[in-house]
């Protein structure tokens, strides 16, 4: 039997392309060429590509490290120029060297947004090592905000996080308080994915979607989805960590209509790449 969800239009709305190979992490190597071959392969019509939110995301030279955030937003640029109309890239962020200076992060934001294209922020607080309400990163929230882009937060555990203090979707709703919806709490909460029951911004399926099958079942995590809504919840993979097929087998199992399986396949990631709030709740 054919799979409804393979042959359904998708936008993947968490994807990585690795460059390199990646010692003692989950990450593989995915390069651009690899990406699009996939995207054929499983019906991904678009992918949102995420930075790591760290300076060795990419190969850099002795003088991008000096500046790795903006040498990064530029790799991004270039990829999503080279990506064939299909690929999304988000902008990065940092913490440290320049971006130490109050307001250098929502400058280097405008610049990559305004000039380079890009059409996103990723937040990673356990990269970051900060929690995702720390004062320092609002400078990046406000300019999100004005220059109208969505924010994705990774939320879940790290090895710079075990506990999963600074990046649960708690955190990351207080980050955004006063703040439009236009944000992604992003592999389904993590370990803390009851706390999406409050209602606000969207949830992609990430990682958690199929943790939360493993351990609850099937029945349970649709029960989920629909109790978070469905008008909320975004198809992601975080490929190449996780294989399409994985999510293929669970969500063909839930009991989705044919509208329910567009929405979150694709119809609700159109909305937020358009700036559609009614997609994602009321404003708060």
Known sequence: MKSRWKEVPKIDFHVHIVLHEREDTDLQLNTLEM????????????????????????????????????????????????????????????????????????????????ELGLRGLKVHPSNLKVPADDPRLRPYLLAAERLGVPIVFHANPSAYDPDFYG???????????????????????????????????????????????????????ERLLRRIGLERVLFATDYPIFPYERYFQVLDQMNFSDEEIERIAYRNAESLLKGDEQGGGSKR
């Not at 019906?43 to 002795?62: C, G, K, M, Q, W």
């Not at 903006?70 to 902008?91: K, V």
């Not at 440290?96 to 109050?102: A, H, K, S, T, W």
């Not at 990682?207 to 029945?219: A, R, T």
Request: with cysteine.
């Open 167 to 221: 990046a649960t979707p708690g955190r990351i709703y207080r980050a955004m308080y006063g703040l439009s919806d236009r944000f992604v709490v992003a592999h389904l909460g993590g370990t803390a994915f009851l706390e999406l029951l409050s209602g606000r911004g969207y949830v992609d399926l990430s990682g958690g979607l199929l943790q939360i099958c493993e351990l609850f079942g099937v029945e349970f995590a």
């Open 35 to 114: 990406m699009l071959e996939a995207m054929e392969e499983n019906n991904v019509e678009r992918a949102v590509v995420l930075p790591i939110n760290y300076p060795d995301y990419f190969p850099l030279t002795d003088d991008e490290r000096k500046d790795w955030l903006r040498a990064n937003n530029e790799r991004q640029a270039e990829l999503m120029e080279q990506g064939q109309g299909r690929l999304i890239a988000f902008a990065d962020c940092a913490l440290d060297g320049p971006y130490l200076q109050e307001n250098a992060g929502a400058v280097e934001l405008s610049r990559a947004i305004g």
